[in-house]
């Protein structure tokens, strides 16, 4: 049966299938301008701050924190017995005292040095488009962006 003949069935068979039809249409068009959008990730260390572009302009944004880990470590080991036992009991109450916020950042930056090591990244800041390219040495995205851009399209300088 083709679709004119059953829109001649009219009824609700005739909605069901305008009503399918139509969210494939925007599903297909939702994951088209989603796929059209760089992924951008961001790497930075403790001294380096992410400035952001409108939320308009943004995007997909991962930032990456990477001095997290070693938050974490400085976090445990501060203060820690001489005698290795006590020193173990402290760091496992400090282990199970941390919420879900820190143990979120934690996983967070873990996250983002595998994948900078992935990437091969050797420096930061750095901005990594889609995987594909990088940029280094700033932290404002909209700059990171626009010399995107102009690599892509073979004007950079």
């Known amino acids: 049966m083709c679709l004119w003949q059953a829109m001649e069935l009219g009824g609700r068979f005739t909605i069901i299938l305008i009503a399918v039809m139509w969210c494939e249409l925007v599903q297909c068009q939702a994951q088209t301008s989603a796929l059209s959008i760089p ?26 924190r990477l001095y997290g880990i070693e938050r974490f470590q400085q976090y445990l080991s501060d203060g820690l017995p001489a005698d290795p036992e006590r020193a173990r009991r402290l760091v496992m109450s400090r282990l199970k005292a941390l919420d879900a916020r820190q143990v979120s950042m934690l996983e967070r930056s873990a996250q983002g040095l595998v994948q900078a090591m992935q990437y091969g990244l050797d420096r930061y800041p750095a901005v990594v488009f889609d995987g594909q390219a990088v940029v280094y040495g700033l932290t404002d995205i909209k700059a990171a962006r626009n010399l995107y851009q102009q690599w892509l399209h073979g004007t950079a300088e």
């Open 39 to 64: 992924l951008v990730e961001v790497f930075i260390d403790e001294t380096r701050l992410v400035i952001k572009q409108s939320e308009a302009e943004s995007g997909r944004i991962m930032v990456y």
